[in-house]
């Protein structure tokens, strides 16, 4: 059985998988409301106005570790999916749902570690963001597994 890492970065697939978390990425920004909302919409206009291909390169550049971060979460789709006869698409669409919190930890965990090598802006930009993303990255969690679902089929 392929793991998450094979199946995205599969040459035919992984520019849809880019396209589509690149989108997921902008609907969840512009989706913030309220206070925490500024610095979040700043922070990323911030990262757009660098380098307008920002959010696709570095989805595209941390796939493999996006990939391997969630491959539990596809085992242990996988293992219920047979267990219950159910197709893998949507039990994997509602783990990631159930299991948010350990969803952002673990994408968590790879950007951490990648934002501890840069500097300047982006730098600075992830560590005041950093803060609140746990939150936001769960309740991204949804929405991810949604938009990862497809590729599964």
């Given amino acids: 059985m ?3 890492v094979e199946i ?3 040459e035919e697939v992984r520019p849809q998988v880019v396209r589509a978390c690149a989108s997921l990425v902008d609907a969840e ?7 925490s909302a500024l610095a979040i919409k700043a922070g990323y206009k911030l990262v757009a106005a660098i380098r307008p ?14 990939g391997a971060a969630l491959e ?3 085992v242990e789709s996988r293992e219920q999916a047979a267990r ?7 039990v994997f669409a509602a783990h990631m749902t159930t299991e948010a919190p350990r969803v952002a930890q ?3 965990t790879v950007t951490d570690r990648r934002a501890a090598k840069a500097s300047g802006p982006l730098r600075k930009t992830y560590d005041r963001l950093r803060d609140s993303a746990e939150a936001h990255v769960r309740l991204a969690a949804p929405g991810l597994g949604r938009t990862l679902a ?3 089929a």
């Fill in 72 to 74: 539990p979460f596809y």
């Fill in 84 to 90: 219950d006869g159910a197709p893998l698409p949507g």
């Fill in 8 to 10: 995205f970065t599969r």
């Fill in 106 to 108: 673990a994408l968590l």
């Fill in 29 to 35: 920004v512009k989706s913030k409301t309220g206070l």
């Fill in 53 to 66: 291909s920002m959010v696709s390169d570095v989805v595209d550049r941390l796939l493999p570790e996006f």
């Fill in 2 to 4: 392929a793991t998450l």
């Fill in 150 to 152: 497809p590729f599964l």
